[in-house]
Nanobody, 129 residues
């Protein structure tokens, strides 16, 4: 599968953005889809993940309650709605896909970067006034 992430941009603190990750070449039916981010000088970190088949989601503590990951079946797309953005959220955001089979109740597997085989190109989110 090929992934294309888009939707990044400049937003003021407290503002919102919606990122999207479109999959092509395969459907997401059995995939786990994750969002990760990397700020300058920092390591890549997990943001949110969704198990496409079950809709189960998991979030990093730093974004819980502010970000929402969702799937749009008709468009083979995963969205990341980001609200109440802070300066600490500024980073390049990457979507990733894993088709490694896991028990249906295993969502935590899809929080680790090493679990993913396919990565999008990244989209920059800048939070600044």
């Amino acid at each position: 599968v090929q992934l294309q992430a888009y939707g990044g941009g400049l937003v003021q603190p407290g503002g919102s953005l919606r990122l999207s990750c479109v999959g092509s070449g395969d459907t997401f039916g059995n995939y786990g889809i994750g969002w990760f981010r990397q700020a300058p000088g920092k390591e890549r970190e997990f943001v949110a993940t969704i198990r496409w088949s079950t809709g189960a989601t998991l979030y990093a503590d730093s974004v819980k309650g502010r970000f929402t990951i969702s799937r749009e079946r008709a468009k083979n797309t995963v969205h990341l709605q980001m609200n109440s953005l802070k300066a600490d959220d500024m980073a390049v955001y990457y979507c990733a896909a894993s088709r490694r089979g896991r028990p249906l109740n295993d969502i935590e597997f899809y929080t680790r970067g090493t679990s993913f085989d396919y990565w999008g190109q990244g989209t920059l989110v800048t939070v600044s006034s």
